[in-house]
């Protein structure tokens, strides 16, 4: 009875919270409608852009606010002074007492002279608390720092090197914790974005880009660790009461900063050490704290939103962003909307200050929200707009040498499944840029893929794939494998962070799975997409081996697969295709798009040619990465068509099918006779040279078939489907033998199973062609042109 | 009489669950289906009892076919408090027998209550504790099989009408 009572809880919650939150959401943009149409004829006749005015950044005034904190004030203080006189500016630091009961005035006066003290009669926390320290301050630089701080050596210069550029209005230090183990939920590198109708702040960890140049734009800089140019600071009102007690005014202070046309940045060359929320967590309880920080987030979102659909968005979705916030830790959900709706109702009465403060800050903006959020969050996209040096990163070619960001849906590795020739390529690319992937991994991955990526120099940063269990793709508008494995909200954030954190001048996709996962991303530079295979054009494949119901359900997919792949395709700038087939299937559906075809490849010559096992007898080999489908399709059509013929012609005929990964399907096939599933091989070119020939009997996919360049360098005769030949120019007869029909193809097995002049000679041409036309640097050559022709010449 | 008890519990409460239903219908011919880990310390304790695995090769519809054929006159099945997902309670429901419930949540391991256990009460109890995103999923997923899929087919080939049709222009970052 208890536990249905508990579960009516939150359908009784909802019920009465939603549709208040709904009818105050729209009352809401109601005040705020009127109130920007009566403006706005103001706003047109009186703007007034704020005008940087040069400032002297030889000396701050650096102000923390402390409450019955004399215990912190011991760490910081001795740290503050050793860094005040080792900077040798006339600094200024002024503790402002907020009537603490624990003799910290007293103390202050006995212990550290040096300080001026400001007294105040009784707490007025930390908005009002800074205020008061401001009063006093006399410098045009002023420092921010919490009562839990302890500066590190060297922290003042770089914040007061920022200020220099007299565009910029703040310039944020890094922040560590205390105890090296606690989980830093604080940096100093901080972003922000509005989605699903919310505002998302966060603090990120730098990147190692975020931490090799000098600046990097930020969202907000910190009102604990942070410098701030005083004029401006004034002119934009400081601390905003609206927000009184504590919690976002820093944020407002910089997102109205970065809307007048100013920058607000981090340095990771400043740092302090930081006891996290170690005084109002303590002193108010979690519960109130937060409720605090949801309050005037929403007075943020009244205040300072003027984009006039983002608000709209913002204050319509109320209650949808209320259910998707409303969790508390530890707490029911019934109990978690309730709490989003008291921090709602705590805001309301607050209204009439943060319209009149939206009135205000009109008159002086240059830039809209729209604008605000990529400039601050991104490296890539501040460094274009804002024709800036943030500073300069070395790569390893200073002339040729570009920085590109490579996006990959998984990790390219040796001997693992066809994306051994993304890594050489990766490999040989980052003798000459700058080379950073992404990529990510499954669960439990042992990191070895991105240590032998790192051992050559290529920056990796990896991200574990997880499962979509978000609802949606109402109207298949996605293909179903893609939203289910590549479309998690936790997987697009990450993919997000990586575009904002690493300084570019190009993106290069790889893999289809990528590009979707980009499908809504912001775009700063331009993205350069290798197409490994056309989802389209292996969607429309498959139609062809279907029959009956399963054809036309596999005609819908191929319709859903192609129309989504075009309109990705519609964010790129050029693709590079490994098949000609690829882009005979998109170019002409495509249209303006760019297009050059480069086969891939490896460093053919690493692979044996020579291995010292011996053959056996009339045996034939597939080699595939079973997760991957048409591997499992051909493995299949193999062993339940072809290998009958074979079986007629040629009884003591073996099939040995090798790769990870095997279904069930797949290991059942063990059971026929003549057939052995091996699985997983740790030595594959001696599994190659024990093999009599090898077979590709594909039929599903496109793009260029590794396994193929694989079995030509190891100097193996093969007989493929013409499907399996996409991308090479090889020739029936010539470099292998090519069958399509069952029977042909058992053929042609037994053709070259009986014929050992006929396997040297297929083998020694394969292998001359993939000397010849894949190997790597051709390849990297290729990319070079495509390089020069989106991000211009060299830098 | 024939009884089937599904042992969706742990071993200590299937123990008592079996002990329970032998002193219910002490004549009764009865088929405990537990998992591999338990069924051989289950077999040692209620010698009397059949136990057989309860993920049977063949699948699910199969699984179901046989226990049909094989007319139980009661279907017991063990609830132990984990709202996880179960599929042999909706086998016992699947079966059309009346199906009881056994309820193990107390610290004690003892039956705390048997009811008939029929379809009503079983989604009345899943769906009051689902969580709303699987409610949500679940309701996406009946809408794209069914109004989904009918406005698919219209609005897939206006989409690629309207992709082929886009005509590139450069952007600012080209």
Known sequence: MRAVLHALLLPVVALLVLPLASLAGVLVLLVLTVVDLVWWPVVVLRRRPWQPRPRDVSAASIVTVTWNGKHHLEGLLPSLRREVEAHGGDHQVIVVDNGSTDGTVAWLRREHPWVEIVALPENRYFVRGNRAGVERASRDVLIFLNNDMVVRPGFLAPLLDGLRDPRVFAVAAEVFFKDPAKRREETGRTRGELRHGWLKLAHVLPSRDERELDYVPVLWAGGGSAAFDRAMYDAIGGFDTLYDPFYMEDMGLSYEAWKRGFRVLFTARSSVLHEHRGTSRKAFGDDYVDAMIRRNQHLFLWRNLTADAAIAWVLLSTPWSMLLRGKRPGRSRAYGLWFEFRALLRALPRLPEAALGRCRSRLHHVRTDGQVFPLANSIAAHRRAEHTVLGRLATPDPLRGRRILVLSARLPRLGYDGSWTVFRRLVLQAKTHRMTLFGFVEPGDDGAAAAALRAHGIEVVTAVRVRNAMPGNLHHSVPARLWRDYSAPAMRAAVVRALESVDHDLVQIEYPEMLHLLRDVPKYTPWLYTCHESLGFAATRQVALARGLPRLAARFRALQATAHELVLLQRVDHVIALSDADTAFLRPRARGLAFSVVPCGGEVDTVPTEVRVPEAPATVLFVGYFRHGPNVDAALWLCNEILPHLHRAMPTARVRLVGRDAPPQITALAARPGVEVAGYVPDLAAEMAAATAIVLPLRQGSGLRGKLLEAWTAGKAVVGTRVACEGTAARDGEHCLVADAPAEFAQAIVRLLGDAPLRARLGAAGRELALSKHGTAGIVAEYETVYDALAGGAR | ?174
């Not at chain 2, 998992?35 to 063949?58: F, Q």
């Not at chain 2, 009946?142 to 087919?153: D, K, T």
């Open chain 2, 1 to 174: 009489m024939k009884v089937a008890v599904f042992l969706t519990t742990d071993r200590e409460a299937a123990d008592q669950l079996l002990a329970r239903v032998r002193a219910d219908w002490p004549d009764a011919a009865i088929v405990g289906f537990a998992n591999d880990e338990d069924r051989e310390w289950l077999a040692a304790r209620h010698a009397a009892i059949e136990l057989r695995r309860d993920k049977p090769p063949g699948g699910k519809p199969a699984f179901v076919k046989s226990l049909r054929r094989e007319a139980f006159d009661r279907v017991v099945v063990a609830w132990h408090g984990g709202e996880r997902f179960q599929p042999l309670r909706l086998v016992a429901l699947a079966l059309g027998r009346p199906a009881l419930a056994i309820d193990d949540r107390g610290r004690e391991r003892r039956v705390i209550w048997w009811q008939p256990w029929t379809w009503a009460p079983h989604l009345l109890r899943r769906g009051l504790r689902a969580d709303p995103l699987y409610v949500a999923r679940l309701a996406a997923s009946c809408y794209r099989a069914s109004i989904g899929l009918l406005l698919a087919l219209v609005w897939l080939p206006l989409r690629l009408l309207g992709a082929r049709a886009h005509r590139r222009r450069p952007g600012p970052a080209a």
